[in-house]
């Protein structure tokens, strides 16, 4: 139980487009979710927090024009980079919470921006 | 503010040696959770342990035990007989009462054959 995915596991695309990525949860219904990034040999950084029907809740210095966050229901999280250039190339980690706080942590979208 | 310090950034031992990894923790809360994570190359996180802050008891399973000493706000994670497989990032992480997970920076454990 308790499994998270995220699609696409990586994508390119080119500088200016945008890229949207998928985290859902499959058996069970995830009251909050949240978006980390990593950068090559770094931590996780927490990005932004959703919950379902409400508007994100991001954390000091991310764009919020930039990473467009929709939580439409309680099993799916959308994360759109929008007009993505080089430097937004990480890997995106998603992760989903239950009523009882515990995280679920999905596989990570590596995006590279071209 | 919450903190998480590893303070190893990276560990290279030899199969079948032990290898212990810090961490060191920073919060107000009186109630919060710590966790260890593996991250092999794939990138997936995978989930190793959690302990909450009332719950001092070293716990073992298998090869990994943890050390919890909430005297020195520490949570130290050990490999014992290390084998090749256990070469990955390691996080520890905490969480407290605002449901976020604060990550500390990672320690590459590098085991060879």
């Known amino acids: 139980g308790a499994v998270v995915s995220q699609h696409p596991s990586w994508v390119i695309c080119k500088s200016g487009t945008s890229v949207k990525i998928e985290c859902r949860s499959l058996?069970?219904?995830?009251?909050?979710m949240f978006w980390y990034r990593q950068f090559p040999k770094q931590s996780l950084m927490l990005m932004a927090t959703?919950?379902?029907?409400?508007?994100?809740?991001?954390e000091q210095g991310v764009e919020k024009d930039k990473f467009l966050i929709n939580h439409a229901s309680l099993t799916l999280s959308t994360l759109t980079v929008t007009s993505a250039h080089p430097e937004d190339s990480s890997f995106y980690i998603c992760s989903a919470g239950t009523f009882s706080y515990e995280q679920y942590f999905g596989p990570g979208t590596r995006l590279t921006v071209t | 503010a919450q903190k998480v310090t590893q303070a190893q950034t990276e560990i290279s031992v030899v199969e079948k040696e032990d290898v212990t990894l810090d961490c060191v923790y920073e919060t107000r809360d009186t109630t919060y959770y710590l966790f260890w994570y593996k991250q092999p190359p794939s990138g997936e996180l995978v989930f190793l342990i959690r302990?909450?802050?009332?719950?001092?008891q070293n716990e073992i399973s298998g090869r990994y035990s943890w050390n919890f000493q909430k005297s020195t706000s520490s949570f130290n994670f050990t490999i014992t007989a290390s084998q090749v497989v256990d070469s990955a990032v390691y996080f520890c992480a905490l969480r407290s009462n605002d449901y976020k997970l604060s990550f500390g920076a990672g320690t590459t454990v590098t085991v060879r054959a």
């Open positions: 058996d069970f219904q995830a009251t909050t």
């Open positions: 302990r909450n802050s009332f719950d001092e």
């Open positions: 959703s919950n379902e029907g409400s508007k994100a809740t991001y």
